[in-house]
């Protein structure tokens, strides 16, 4: 869990994503909830489909941090082809 995500920046894989980066190009599955991600919950449920949301990012990103990092701040927006 990141309180408010991770250190570092992405585009320059620095701090935690350089971390991440390798981990994955390892073949590695890492899931990062935030603090405010967590406190939405409300059911078991809930969970499970934040978690599967976030796998399939994963696995349509592969190990591409960036592209992850960036639908899950909302930088992807209209017409940008990625998925929100």
């Known amino acids: 869990m990141a309180v408010a995500g991770i250190t570092g ?3 320059d ?3 935690a ?3 991440l980066a390798r ?3 390892e073949g590695r599955e ?3 909830l935030t603090r405010s991600e967590i406190e939405k919950l409300a059911y078991t449920d809930e ?3 934040l978690l599967e949301r976030k796998r399939a990012q994963l696995a349509v990103f592969g190990h591409n941090i960036t592209c992850t990092t960036m639908v899950e701040s909302g930088s992807a927006g209209p017409g940008s082809g990625r998925p929100r």
Request: a negative charge; aromatic letters at 12%; proline letters at 6%.
């Open 9 to 11: 920046e992405p585009f």
């Open 13 to 15: 894989l620095t701090a």
């Open 17 to 19: 994503y350089s971390v």
């Open 23 to 25: 981990a994955l190009s």
């Open 30 to 32: 890492i899931l990062i």
């Open 47 to 49: 969970l499970v489909q």
